[in-house]
């Protein structure tokens, strides 16, 4: 079956989706040929109203892009895991109120914040996303670890940050293991609950994880990175790109 993109406004290719939609044994053929390259391709050239005379096509049109949005927003990864040492959950104001002072005191932060934002900005943010945990040693919040799943191809990217009390026992390349099993099993778990193989698009394309803009000055965290496996990709200047193949 042919491709359906976004952009697409022939009517004549609309009908035939909506004759094959009628024959629900086509229900999946249509689904995994309605291609969505990014989130700016929803925004630029998602227009409902082309469909209105096309009920079951629209009804799934609408379906295929809050999978893709679900994927990319971090729906499908675990709210909570567990290491050997450490337990991972999600970000939220108490984790905030945790480690905020620290950050603030700690000037290596600096190496995890590039935004430009401020660190108390970066937090309130990561109370609201569903990408960021708190790593918890015992009773204890020791660190941050983030995945971003936004707008890449091929690859979704990570950082993480451990207080200063709590380094040189491990937990870092713990927390790496950690959320790389994380993810790998959920690629097979999301991909297995659908007989539909391009449902979690995103997930499936996922083949690495970039650690991006590592300070060539920051020897600690290139260290970690290649004992845990990751390889150099690319410089940048004097940031680094790491990536590692899930």
Request: proline share 1%.
């Amino acid at each position: 079956m042919e491709v359906l993109y976004l952009r697409d406004r022939d009517k004549s290719l609309f009908t035939r989706y909506e004759n094959a939609l009628s024959d629900g044994a086509c229900y999946a053929d249509v689904w995994n040929s309605i291609w969505i390259r990014s989130v700016s391709d929803i925004s630029d050239n998602y227009d409902k109203r082309v469909y209105a005379e096309y009920p079951l096509l629209d009804q799934l049109v609408a379906k295929r892009i809050k999978a893709y949005l679900d994927v990319e927003n971090g729906e499908y990864l675990s709210e909570e895991f567990s290491t050997e040492r450490l337990k991972f959950k999600r970000f939220d104001a108490f984790a905030k109120n945790a480690i905020i002072d620290i950050a603030n005191n700690d000037d290596s932060f600096k190496f995890f914040n590039q935004t430009g934002l401020s660190n108390d900005a970066i937090f309130e943010s990561a109370t609201k996303e569903l990408n960021y945990y708190a790593i918890w040693k015992n009773d204890s919040i020791i660190g941050v670890i983030v995945v971003n799943t936004i707008e890449l191809a091929d690859s979704w990217t990570i950082a993480y940050y451990i207080v200063p009390s709590a380094r040189n026992n491990g937990y870092a390349k713990e927390a790496l293991y950690g959320i790389i099993d994380m993810i790998r099993r959920h690629k097979i778990f999301d991909l297995q609950q659908t007989g539909l193989d391009d449902v979690f698009i995103k997930v499936f394309n996922c083949k690495c994880l970039k650690a991006f803009k590592i300070d060539c000055n920051n020897v600690a965290s290139i260290k970690l990175l290649e004992s845990v496996g990751f390889s150099l990709e690319e410089n940048i200047g004097n940031k680094k790109v790491y990536k590692f193949i899930i």
